[in-house]
């Protein structure tokens, strides 16, 4: 941004009136979801000051002082990224801070291709990038000029309210790294809706783009914009956050990554969006104490619940949640028009993972897979109905797995969506769920047990009553393949009719990343601390890359399944077309084809199902200086 700002016609300026100014928002103070919410201006003015001096300065609704709307002035301004402290030296405090670009741990971008909207070729289309950083911003990049320049500007960015206050602990800097305030951590997704499939997005077609992120770590909220042109100030479409008394009692920390699908309970189907209740974290209103899951092991409050959504509305379509006064199966008096339920009494931990969504050949979501932080992992059926009363009835949350107690050395978290594989074997037809345990809250942990698990759910057709009434499988039901590197092993023929378990046998080793199946073959990545490290220390530890059968678990080639991929925390592989990324960096993943030739750090042949290249998240030589 300062970059944009420093070499270009742009300026930071007190106001986005101000001639070529940044434009900086701020969410309005009343939404009325599903409809088109103008953005309020975050300009440095005595009126906006007024307005926003409770957000900023935490007033608790005192009336502010002249020195309050000063300071509150002073806030919105450094918010917008002028340089009042004279952070550069240059005795200037009009122009931009030395750096204005926060961090962006876990919001990844989210690119979106509109085609010739706004007067772009067909070369050169018109792509916007959408991310959050922990300053608390939500920003839209533009990705080239309308006449082919490199570009890189920010064209829009607005603060959720839910986090001003973080803008005077941003601006004095003096707290410790360990409390850390987050802002817009949540990664985007999209809901685009090209009418004529001609790959352009156009207001004649009636063409749509939703953008929807949650704030992770930052707060207890899920936004939805309205992005259709991308000229124009995008609105807020709706927002969801945390209630008393509401359809959303139970969200936690908005982690869970939201999916976007179809359902159907109609003679048509439903755009939606579905999430889990989040994750119960963080620290107490003084920032004094941990809380949640972040303290122990115990049951939560908070986070424990799976929710369906309208997507252009926001308003509950159906969600499933622990209620401790009702038995499992109850129905609270939903509608349509209201929100389903359906109470289950053994969701008692807190749901930080994405759901993983199976769709039918309608293109529906008819089934939801997810894992919780006591180990257990969740079954949701969503099969199609054709009215919106069946709903209540027919659709229902079960326990397919408990793998995780209470307990220093058993207390297995998901935090991350499991990779479902629709297959079979001997036995017949499955729906096999791969999923990785690891404390993504506390990365060097070494106290518990994790494993890569394969689970095998042969009731594949959704709705299926037999669902309610199985005993959920535990971790001696599934066969431990871990010995089993090459399959000659003694005592590897058992049979894995219920799935397989790999020990991440490492001190503390973990999965922090979701599993990637290709082909029948598995790849995913775990993460190992180093000895003696601390929550926050400086050691990096060391990530790995595991090949393995979906089979049965053993390795695919070299009979070597772990590899060393160098230090810090891997992401996951992930695919792009026709190839796979695989995380690399210090990897000598030697001869993986069996031609006798080693392949070192080179790509991967593409005999293992697909073109496979190595993604560093460093860069060697220069990062470890």
Known sequence: INGFIEG???VIGETNATTN???????????????????????????TAAALADDLLSLGGVTPTAQNLLDAEELIEWGRGLDLDDEDGDTDIDDPRPWIM?????????????????????????????????????????????????SGAEIFT??????????????????????????????????????????????????????????????????????????????????????????????????????????????????????????NGGWDSTYTNRVGKDLGDSDDTIGNAVYIVNARTGALIWKAYWDGSAATGSENNGSAATGFSYQHSDMVDSIP??????????????????????????????????????????????????????????????????????TYDSTGSYDGVLLNTGNRADPTETDVTNYLLYLKDRLTVSGDSDVKSRTPLVLTDIPDQTPCVNGSEAGCSVSIVNGWRIELEGNGEKGLSSPL??????????????????????????????LV???????????????????GIPPG????????????????????DGDGIDDGRSKLPASLGKNLWLMYWREPGIDEL
């Open 8 to 10: 270009g016609s742009a």
């Open 21 to 47: 100014a940044r434009q900086v928002y701020v969410e309005p103070a009343s939404i009325t979801n599903g409809s088109a919410n103008t953005f309020d201006d975050f300009d440095g003015d005595a009126t």
């Open 102 to 150: 926060a961090d962006a741990i876990h919001s990844r971008p989210l690119a979106i291709n509109y085609g010739t909207a706004g007067g772009y070729p067909e070369s050169d289309p018109n792509i916007r990038i959408f991310m959050g950083t922990n300053d608390g911003l939500f920003h839209i990049f533009e990705n080239t000029t309308a006449a082919g320049g490199e």
């Open 158 to 279: 607005f603060y959720p309210r839910d986090v001003l206050g973080n803008i005077t602990l941003h601006r004095d800097n003096v707290q410790s790294s360990q409390k850390m305030r987050y802002g817009v951590d949540g990664p985007a997704v999209s809901l685009v809706v090209d009418n004529d499939g001609d790959g352009n997005i156009e207001a004649s077609d009636s063409d749509e783009v939703y953008v929807y992120f949650g704030m992770r770590r930052g707060g207890y909220s899920y936004y939805a914009l309205d992005v259709s042109n991308p000229s124009a100030t995008p609105t807020l479409k709706w927002k969801i956050t945390q209630t008393t008394g509401g359809d959303f009692d139970e969200l936690g920390l908005t982690f869970s990554k939201p999916v976007v699908g179809k359902v159907k309970f109609g003679s048509t189907s439903t755009d939606v969006l579905v999430f889990a209740g989040g994750y």
């Open 353 to 422: 993972s994405a759901v993983t969504a199976l769709e039918n050949l309608s293109g529906n979501i008819h089934r939801l897979y997810v894992g919780d932080t006591g180990g257990a992992v969740w079954r949701v059926d969503l099969p199609e109905v054709s009215t919106a009363a069946e709903v209540e009835t027919k659709w229902f949350i079960t326990k397919f797995a408990e793998l995780g107690t209470d307990g220093a050395a058993t207390d297995r978290r998901f935090f991350h969506e499991p990779d479902v594989v629709e």
């Open 517 to 546: 199946t290709d082909a029948g073959r598995v790849f995913f990545t775990t993460f190992e601390p180093a000895s003696g490290a601390s929550v926050c220390g400086v050691e990096e530890g060391e990530g790995y890359v595991y």
């Open 549 to 567: 059968n979906l089979s049965d678990g053993t390795a695919i080639v070299n009979d070597k399944r772990k590899y060393d991929i160098g230090p």
């Open 573 to 592: 592989a992930i695919t792009l077309g026709d190839a796979i990324f695989l995380p690399g960096g210090g990897a000598d993943f030697g001869d993986l």
